[in-house]
T-cell receptor
Framework: DGGITQSPKYLFRKEGQNVTLSCEQN?????MYWYRQDPGQGLRLIYY???????QKGDIAEGYSVSREKKESFPLTVTSAQKNPTAFYLC?????????????FGQGTRLTVV | ELKVEQNPLFLSMQEGKNYTIYCNYS?????LYWYRQDPGKSLESLFV?????AVKQEGRLMASLDTKARLSTLHITAAVHDLSATYFC??????????????FGTGTRLTIIP
């Protein structure tokens, strides 16, 4: 079955540690995205990538890093520079087919700083 | 800076009633998306609206888009408990297909009361 897989589902991080969230898709989509969601709020864009080996900062990129070495994979690293990393992280991918286009989301990773 | 505003933010309604959620956005865009999110879950795509005057319906939900007014509506008809969720609209102002740099509204938390 085609889809987007995020892992782990839950992640605990000690202060000062870097952690990496995984996002894999087998939909053959070119574009991939990372969003952050805080309780009771909408989604904010962290980073996005339109093509392999290229990515751009979103609205809240500080304290995060990404890589896009393969089309299928877009991992997000939450660095120690991110002062408030506790949140729900969602990965998405998208493609245009004919006149229609939409983004598909993974199941999310809930990150908690302990 | 693109702003996407939804109202109301919270909505409690009785089963069987009708109601409308509004999504206003601040810049030109002819593509708007509606998503549903259940608590602790990822986002589920509901509608993709790609042109002015677009109307789409699925079950008790109907979405429309007025690009001139920069307004989309999500209308709920004869609400049932299963529709309880948070609904997000999202706008892509880039105009570049395959680059869905979506900006999300803050969401409308809908609770259907028996």
């Amino acid at each position: 079955d085609g889809g987007i897989t995020q892992s782990p589902k839950y992640l605990f991080r000690k202060e000062g540690q870097n952690v990496t969230l995984s996002c894999e898709q087998n939909l053959n989509h070119d574009a991939m995205y990372w969003y952050r969601q805080d309780p009771g709020q909408g989604l904010r864009l962290i980073y996005y990538s339109q093509i392999v080996n290229d990515f751009q900062k979103g609205d809240i990129a500080e304290g995060y890093s990404v890589s896009r070495e393969k089309k299928e994979s877009f991992p997000l690293t939450v660095t120690s520079a991110q002062k408030n990393p506790t949140a729900f992280y969602l990965c998405a991918s998208s493609i245009r087919l004919g006149g229609n286009t939409e983004a598909f989301f993974g199941q999310g990773t809930r990150l908690t700083v302990v | 800076e693109l702003k996407v505003e939804q109202n109301p933010l919270f909505l409690s309604m009785q089963e069987g009633k009708n109601y409308t959620i509004y999504c206003n956005y601040s810049t030109t865009s002819d593509r708007l998306y509606w998503y549903r999110q259940d608590p602790g879950k990822s986002l589920e795509s509901l509608f993709v609206l790609l042109s002015n005057g677009a109307v789409k319906q699925e079950g008790r939900l109907m979405a429309s888009l007025d690009t001139k007014a920069r307004l989309s509506t999500l209308h709920i008809t004869a609400a049932v408990h299963d529709l309880s969720a948070t609904y997000f609209c999202a706008v892509d102002p880039s105009g570049n297909f395959g680059n869905e740099k979506l900006t999300f509204g803050t969401g409308t938390r809908l609770t259907i009361i028996p």
